[in-house]
Structure formats: C-alpha cells, structure tokens
Nanobody, 125 residues
Framework: QVQLVESGGGLVQTGGSLRLSCAASTRTFNTYSMGWFRQAPGKEREFVAGNNWRGDRIYYAASVKGRFTISRDNAKNTVYLQMNSLQPEETAVYYC??????????????????WGQGTQVTVSS
C-alpha cells in the first residue's frame, strides 16, 4: 500500500557528496520508521542508516558514521540521506524502506514492510 520513491542518485567523484530523497505515499508517515539500505553488485543488501517515527532515534552502519546523515521531514513525507566523502566501494543501488510502528530501536531488514525500487549511486575514482 505504501509507495516509496527514491531520487537523488547519480554519478559522483571520490570524496564528493549526494543527497538521496525518499518520498512516501502515506497519510501517516509520522508513524513509520524509515531506513536506507544499499546493495552493491555481487554483495548482499546492507543497512546504512535508519530513524524512527519522529527522528529522535537514529542509527548508522559503522562504515558510514560521521559521513552520512539521515533525516526526515514528516510534513513532506520524505526521508533523506546526506552522503559525504563518498568512496568507490560505496557504489551501489540505494533503497529506502518503511516499517509501521512507533519503535525506539534499530530494526532488522525483515521488519521493514515496504521498499522502494532503488536509486543508483556510482562513485568514480
């Protein structure tokens, strides 16, 4: 029922920045935890960042902590991922996901009920 549409991917040089956006088609966006994941060719999908329904619980993969920032604007039904100092190994399809519920913890991948189609991020050297 919830449609998620990612945008903002593209080609960036090593050390560059991108901001991804994920727009959700729900009238109750402020009841969803949101997450960002990525999947590189030949690798499994991995967690990148997540936040809870009001944005006061934030979680990051160790590999991106200090460089990436997840945020949300509930008035716009949108979650963002600001990515700085990008490295070539972070080339991947980036997905956003939504989980219904007022959680105060990081969620497992299988707890996210809705997924976007992904947006390609390519980091060139």
């Amino acid at each position: 029922q919830v449609q998620l549409v990612e945008s903002g991917g593209g080609l960036v040089q090593t050390g560059g920045s991108l901001r991804l956006s994920c727009a959700a088609s729900t009238r109750t966006f402020n009841t969803y935890s949101m997450g960002w994941f990525r999947q590189a060719p030949g690798k499994e999908r991995e967690f990148v960042a997540g936040n809870n329904w009001r944005g006061d619980r934030i979680y990051y993969a160790a590999s991106v902590k200090g460089r990436f920032t997840i945020s949300r604007d509930n008035a716009k039904n949108t979650v963002y991922l600001q990515m700085n100092s990008l490295q070539p190994e972070e080339t991947a399809v980036y997905y956003c996901a939504a989980a219904s519920g007022l959680y105060y913890r990081q969620l497992r991948q299988d707890e996210y009920q809705y997924w976007g189609q992904g947006t390609q991020v390519t980091v060139s050297s």
